[in-house]
């Protein structure tokens, strides 16, 4: 009877202890797991793919701080893909504590592919390749306002630059010089572009999010009002697997790494489930 | 007065919001447009105003009245005026007026303090640790309430289960088919509880936005209506 009614009230600090060594120890000793792709993400993947020469994938940073271990590998996977398709990159945030993470994303992809470049076309230039449009508010403004002309809503760049004297922006004016937009994000900032920018400009949609989030952002899957869904740490990796296999590029997958952590803390919590529930009915079971 | 005033500027804004969205002509759009680029902007800009306004009178209260946890308050104070300097006068990465980079004489260190650098270096790292606290917490919740303890709690168990387990590429490459029934449990059961879910509250919000336009809803206005 005791060893049930234990089952049942483990001290949480245990609990917590066996989590955080758990987490812990992927990291010290990793072991990579290489995911395959779902149709969502393959869907994203493919699309992205596709864009013409003459539209731009726009990449809006709608995450902050907290969830960067979870979003920031999916900026750095779509922007990987882009510069190696050689798709210009429009990214821009609708919350002022993505600007960092945006900034520190793009300057890490373009480093990547400068290092390795040889020419000056090989290499990622900052307003021939891509524009950094920075913040605005409010998101209203800044969704509709896009559609219209994107360099009223942005008159100058993060860095200060006019933003129609960049060259890029000489033939991306507004939405229809835009393949898709692919709002990575830990809210619903994903369904005001749905809303506001689709229903008005028919722009289309891409979502990339946190797996808590993501669970919001399946209706709209199912509708084909968003593309494609990268949807937490797990999809990050795939996405990241399908530019390497497919296009070659290496480069540090962080969600790729990170799937060790999360497998284990998965089988933690579950085992600790299963724990629980023994005790439960081990003890039902004496009562009746 | 004090009552009919923001009732009307409710009202009129209110249908103007919404006019755009039912007439597509060019007069209304381009009013429209300007709207939002111009006017809705000043607006949102008074509520930097309003917001650090409000922290600084927060916490200076807290401070002179000594209230719990005051010293905290200098934290932020102090955090909120040094990060406003080398924001406004650092640059983004070291190219202000404000020297915000030190080379060591003699040696090749060099020490950077501008908002990029404190932003990398303190805000992400920060804002991950208390984000990673919920593993900790979701945890301990799940091993305390997730119990088979009727149909529905069970089905609800297994769900999780099922979600979790196909959250893990390993068990994905083992059992390929429990990745499938996944994103089967994400794509129709719970898209058919979030749609109704979703009509429930669309409806609900267009219920009240009417009411608060029309006037018949007055609680926002803070005990005057």
């Known amino acids: ?288 | 007065m004090k009552r009919r005033i923001p009732l009307l500027i409710v009202f009129v804004f209110g249908v103007l919001g919404a006019i755009p969205f039912l007439i597509p002509h060019r007069i209304i759009q381009d009013a429209d447009n300007e709207f939002r680029s111009s006017v809705l902007r000043i607006i949102v800009a008074f509520s930097l105003v309003l917001g650090v306004g409000s922290i600084i009178r927060h916490h200076y209260e807290k401070i002179r009245r000594k209230r719990e946890n005051w010293q905290y308050s200098y934290v932020t104070l102090i955090s909120l005026v040094i990060s406003a300097i080398i924001g406004l006068f650092g640059g983004i990465e070291a190219n202000g007026i404000l020297p915000t980079r030190f080379v060591f004489p003699f040696t090749n260190y060099t020490f950077r303090f501008d908002i990029q650098t404190l932003y990398t270096n303190i805000m992400v790292p920060l804002g991950a640790t208390m984000f990673s606290l919920l593993a900790f917490f979701m945890t301990s919740a799940a091993y305390r309430a997730f119990r088979a303890r009727n149909i529905e709690a069970t089905i609800l168990l297994f769900s999780a289960f099922v979600v979790m387990l196909a959250a893990v590429p390993l068990v994905s490459s083992i059992f390929p088919k429990l990745s499938f029934f996944s994103e089967w449990i994400l794509t129709v059961p719970n898209t058919a509880a979030k749609r109704g879910l979703g009509f429930g509250i669309a409806l609900g919000s267009m219920a009240t936005s009417l009411k608060i336009i029309l006037g018949i809803e007055r609680g926002w206005l803070g005990g005057t209506g």
């Open chain 1, 1 to 288: 009877m005791k060893f049930f009614e234990k089952l049942m009230k483990i001290d949480r600090r245990i609990i917590y202890l066996i989590l955080a060594l758990v987490v812990i120890v992927p990291f010290l000793r990793p072991f990579m797991i290489h995911p395959k792709a779902m149709p969502p993400v393959e869907n994203l993947y493919n699309y992205i793919d596709s864009i013409p020469p003459d539209k731009a994938l726009v990449i809006s940073v709608d995450y902050t701080p907290d969830t960067e271990p979870e979003l920031q590998p999916m900026t750095i996977a779509l922007l990987r893909h882009a510069f190696a398709r050689r798709i210009k990159v429009g990214v821009l945030t609708l919350g002022v504590l993505g600007l960092g993470l945006a900034e520190n994303a793009l300057t890490q992809v373009a480093n990547e592919f400068n290092q390795r470049a040889t020419t000056r076309e090989d290499s990622i230039i900052y307003g021939r390749d891509y524009v950094f449009w920075g913040w605005q508010t409010p998101a209203l403004t800044v969704i509709l306002g896009m559609g219209e002309r994107i360099s009223r809503v942005f008159s100058v760049d993060y860095y200060g630059n006019k933003t129609e004297t960049l060259p890029m922006m000489q033939k991306i004016k507004n939405y229809n010089n835009v393949g898709i937009v692919v709002s990575v994000s830990a809210s619903a900032t994903p369904l005001w572009y749905i809303t506001y920018g689709q229903t008005s400009f028919g722009i289309k949609v891409g979502i990339a999010s946190t797996a808590v989030q993501a669970a919001d952002m399946y209706p709209y899957l199912n509708s084909g009002q968003a593309t494609g869904l990268l949807s937490g740490m797990k999809g990050g990796a795939e996405y990241e697997e399908l530019v390497q296999t497919r296009l070659g590029i290496t480069g540090r997958r962080r969600a790729t790494e990170a799937m060790a952590a999360q497998t284990s803390a998965h089988f933690t919590i579950i085992a600790f489930i299963i724990i629980g529930n023994i005790g439960f009915f081990a003890l039902r079971r004496r009562k009746k």
